[in-house]
């Protein structure tokens, strides 16, 4: 398949009249970010844009929505396009699947490997570190004078997709992106306040019980810890809150694995699996019944959670054991 | 007082034969990768180079130190330059003030503020973000060819000043740097690895000591808590570890004022205040003994911490009622 140009997308969207723009379900900064930027644009070239949703924004992404975003499918009864940013395939928005496809025109712009080229005109480039980067691109082919409030928008997204320009993800691209966006009048600050420093208190306290129950084993190259339905009843937080935290075991001193275990129903357990250096998750994924990438992966198990985590304990103490032998045998 | 030329100092250091480097005591990334970055231009240059410390690199900023650092006074005799980096008095550098001032030629490279211009030439510029930005432009001056290593110390120093591109000084120039360093085969994901994945067990424990005290007062918008004495005890993590704190207390939802307060001694209790959005601790610091800016500041407090725990948070809701009677006012 191959993609469209960015040229021929913004004529598309130059020539509507009205434009639907859909990001996946649990809207993350590169969605959100990204959606809003372009409706922006659109709403200044004079087009009846809208945001189309089917759940809540996080609160720390609420500052993005100037009254872009609705949850009324008949805020455009027939839209001349339907977009949906940073997703590719109607999966990732199921309740809107059916008016998106009603657009006139149907437009992708994505940076995930995974997408499929099922629109009438596809930007897909899973080189691009955020889909935000694609917009900044094609809102250049706009005929647009952009401002500090899609800058901010398209730093939100950008930041957010390459943990603060840290992830491998991030390319000389999103530093030149970034370094641009200051004409632009951007403030930074008030972005990253908006962003990190709006954590829920249930948020903090499941961390700090979660946090209890961290396990270090195959001589402290391997963390794993737990979040039961229990700890979610106690502190109020919900299961989302507790992203982060494989992320966090992985930074441990020495950890090559980490494992989090979320126990979204009795006898369902979601395990994020981080690997820091050497390590490979995809393979430990794969051979619990999930998949990923080498450095992050994951799966479901149907059993107890602490079935499960001896399944995950068994499995990491095997890896870290390979990880040995493969040292010894280069030490050799 | 007036900067010397980059040119100039490059071509003083060009013209030298052995280079004593001094970062401050408790270096950090600015410090430490600025040093080892000149250190190893220096070093290629055909230089007797040398960072002189009189305490230990954190153990996440090792990887920088590849044979640069002693704590050997003699290592260079009589050294033709010493220069000191990221620092601007000898109260930075105190065990080692005398050999500093031994150096035939004197140098001070810095971006703070309250730097005096004590040396034979310097540069310091407080609208940089980071030292190292200053050691990037010197470089340039000088001749020598850059390569990964050096951007890896560049990188190093201007991502940990800026909190990842975060903070308010970050500037479209730390991203333009950033964005050249790719060019010098920088592997900056490697970086990130080394300086934040790399947190000692004991530190992550002392955190959730720390958390255990946590209180939210003023109605939401102030957060508290104490390290003590006992808590490095049990955890065996440095007070040095509780660093960080402030900034996660002020993360929170609605939090406007946080405060830490660290038991270094019985009765002398540190602490570290920090606002997100109105607020100003630097005033508060002051009240309290102490100084700082206007969104992060600190003071020494002679009591037990309990006593020191209740001065606090009579001026955090002070603080917090005079920000609430500032509003309505705005509101009227």
Known sequence: MK???????????????????????NTDGDAAGSCAALCRALRIMGKDAWILLEDDIPANLLFLDKGYSTADKDKIKEPDICMCIDCGDTGRFPERAEKFLSGKTTICVDHHMTTEYFCDLNFVDSEEAATGQIIFDLL???????????????????????????YSNTQKKSHLIAAELY??????????????ENVRMEKIMLKNKAMETLRIIGKGRGALLCVSLEMLRATGASMDESEGLAQDLRAISGV???????????????????????GNVSEIA???GGGGHLKAAGCTIRASLAEAERMVERELEAAIEELGKNEAKRNI
């Open 3 to 25: 993609n469209n140009s960015l040229k021929e997308i913004a004529k598309v969207l130059s020539e509507a009249e009205s434009v639907l723009l859909f990001p996946h379900l």
């Open 140 to 166: 250049k082919e706009m005929d647009v004078m952009p401002d500090a409030e899609i800058g901010e928008a398209i730093f939100a997204a950008i930041t957010t997709d390459t943990g603060d320009f840290q």
């Open 183 to 196: 004409d632009w009048g951007v403030d930074f600050n008030k972005v990253s306040v908006e962003i990190y």
């Open 256 to 278: 090559e694995y980490s494992a989090v275990l979320k126990e979204y129903e009795p006898d369902v357990i979601k395990v994020s699996l981080r690997a820091k250096r050497e």
């Open 286 to 288: 794969s051979r619990l």
